[in-house]
């Protein structure tokens, strides 16, 4: 029975004794953590103009047939290649016909008529006056006829050149009258891209520079030339747009697209950076690091505002000053005021 009651006094010892080096030995290690860290540094890069744009196929057109009638085919679906001189659509041609083949009768039935007075014309037996009259009448039936073969070869729509549906605005068995845009066919083998660049900054931009041109959807770089730059600034914004031409033979960047143009100024400029592995972003999308206080050995949390990325590393325009100490990695699991130790 004492044997007992040792073995029970001795396990109570061990198990406060364990509890009281959990709770109160910050040497043991429970509350802090191993990180590691990096200094907000300037560095000197080339000065980088950025602007949001917008992309357009190189030649867009819409087309609409030339006479009016009810559509009975239509070859493609949006988004669906086409080459140059591909039937698109068609209308039913059978009006078109008729009055194709009554044009037909009735140039040859003034073609027999001209060529009997030509006969008797020849023979002097025809007055100029009258072969004047069915001349003029030969020439207007064959011009009506050819004004009927006109119509009935505009019953089909083709494509002007190479390139993708991107809008069919009817479907088969609808009605349309002349000229209304019913496809909108867009030649994306190169594409455009249209921004807006404040006009402080326009001096440092000329026709034939390079731009870098960035799909945030395809997460790909593009590089692209300046063709074109606006001769008047926007009334609002005061803004002068520029256009940029990207070869795209792949097809993969498409109208409508949103696209990140960063053009080389050309201009050096100091700027704060740190490893990108250090920014984070809370629920908010607020970017935020975590700062090592060294005199206390604890990690606090900053929010900052990230600027131009720059391989592995990112500027900070504001949030942090130059030789601060950020926490680059074990950082997920701080809170702040957190115990670190740097290794």
Partial sequence: MRLKEIYLISLVIIICGGC???TNNPAS????FHVISDRATFIETGKEISLSGNVEGFKTVRLGFMVAGRINFISLNEGQRINRGQLLSSLDPSTYAIAKELADIQVNQVQDEFNRLKLMHDNNSLSESDFAKITFGLQQAKAQQKLHSRNLEETKLYSPFDGVL???LCETGEITGVGIPLFVVSDIRK???????PENELHNISIGQSASVTVSSLNKVFEGRITEIGSAADPASKAFSIRINIDNPELLIRPGMIAEVNIGSGENKKVLVIPVAALMHDFNDQSYVF????????????NVSPGQLMNDRIEITSGLVENELVITGGQQNLAEGSQVIIK
Avoid: H
């Fill in 20 to 22: 009281q080096t959990k």
């Fill in 29 to 32: 290690g429970e509350n802090t």
């Fill in 166 to 168: 991107l809008k069919k």
């Fill in 191 to 197: 594409i455009k891209v249209n921004a807006y660049i």
């Fill in 291 to 302: 700062v090592v206080d060294s005199s206390v050995n604890k990690a606090f949390k900053r």
